[in-house]
């Protein structure tokens, strides 16, 4: 009757109840990859193969029931494959994008804020209410660990030996010694991975984030490099004369408040000869757009209103761009309008983000 009234018709409310519980699903198995990664599961099962219960616990030193449930989870969800006698065991790829972090492919690194980003979320009703968003520091110590650990892969894998020569010019340059400067950088594995490999050139990161600067000067003791420091944006600004000859901004301008101003500082701290790679989440202009091109649509959106629009609502009048708000033709118009003369892709075959090379 309740159906009759509002038009419903009973098979498709029944589809559409089923991929509602589907998303519920998807959280719960986001909850338990969380845990496998947190817990050292699926390094475990690499190290062992096809395992059971019994055998993970003896491995681990956990206990059986708890990890009978896990695998039958992780087995449901095919993130595991059933090997019979009730072993799971990791694929090939699920032993890459779950267990390798020196593969580009590693995505365990993604779900290891989850909680902080849950927690996170009993604070949006407030931010829905007053339309202020929280900057990336709500997520404590362990959420800058966590953002850290997603990006993590590609600095060490490709920046290095992929991105930075297919920079007209840049290796030689940083070879022979430049000054770098990293906006956004987070805990700066982008930085200590340049600084190593370029020991006569000097490598400044900023950020807002002391979480993450924390991050930063922890990574680049343990790395041992010296030519590497980390300023916090709101202490030190951004330097104003002309000496950087190579910037970078990797997946932040759409989380800024500001990002024309953090543009026109760029510009500003750039030499005339020097240049900015831009890295920043492939999107397009419209929604349509970017859900028609962009598989990943649902998951991006749910974390722009998590973090990275939160974090661009942090302060009043912040823009709000949001993860999927940093289209090309957006950026262009904010580059030119700062007084940069040449913007130009650079196809490095990345999945999600779009790379330019901006230049006085
Ligand atoms: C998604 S994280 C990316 C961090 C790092 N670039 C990476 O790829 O791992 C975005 C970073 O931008 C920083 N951020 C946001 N607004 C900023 C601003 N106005 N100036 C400098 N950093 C900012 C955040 O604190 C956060 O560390």
Known sequence: MANEKRGADPEKLRQYSKALFGHLSGAMTSALVYLGDHLGLYRALAECGASS?????????????????????????????????DRFALSPEAEIALVDESHPAFGAGFFSHLPQTMQVVERLPECFASGLGLPYDAFGPEGARGFERGFAPWFRSLLVPVALPAVDGLVARLEAGARVVDVGC????????M?????????????ISSHALE??????????????????????????????????????????????????????????????????????????????N????????????????????????????????????????MVHTAGFTRFDPLDLGHPVNAFYVARP
């Open 186 to 193: 987070g805990g700066g594995v982008a930085l200590v991975e």
């Open 195 to 207: 600084a190593q490999a370029f020991p006569s050139s000097e490598f400044h990161g900023y950020d």
């Open 215 to 292: 991050r930063a000067e922890s990574n680049r003791r343990d790395a041992g490099v010296d030519n590497l420091q980390f300023h916090d944006v709101r202490e030190t600004p951004l330097p104003d004369d002309g000496s950087v000859a190579f910037a970078t901004t990797f997946d932040c301008l759409h989380d800024m408040t500001h990002p024309d101003r953090i543009i026109g500082d760029i510009r500003r701290m750039l030499r005339e000869d020097g240049c900015w790679l831009v890295c920043d989440i492939k999107a397009y202009p419209t929604y349509a757009e970017n859900v028609e």
């Open 294 to 333: 962009n598989p990943m649509a649902a998951l991006m959106y749910g974390m722009s209103v998590a973090t990275c629009m939160s974090s661009a609502l942090s302060e009043p009048s912040g823009l709000g761009l949001g993860t999927l708000g940093l289209h090309e033709a957006k950026l262009r118009e």
């Open 53 to 85: 219960s019994v055998e993970l616990a003896t491995h681990t030193g956990l206990h059986e029931r708890w990890l009978r449930e896990w695998l039958h989870q992780q087995g449901a969800a095919g993130i595991l494959d059933t090997a019979g006698d």
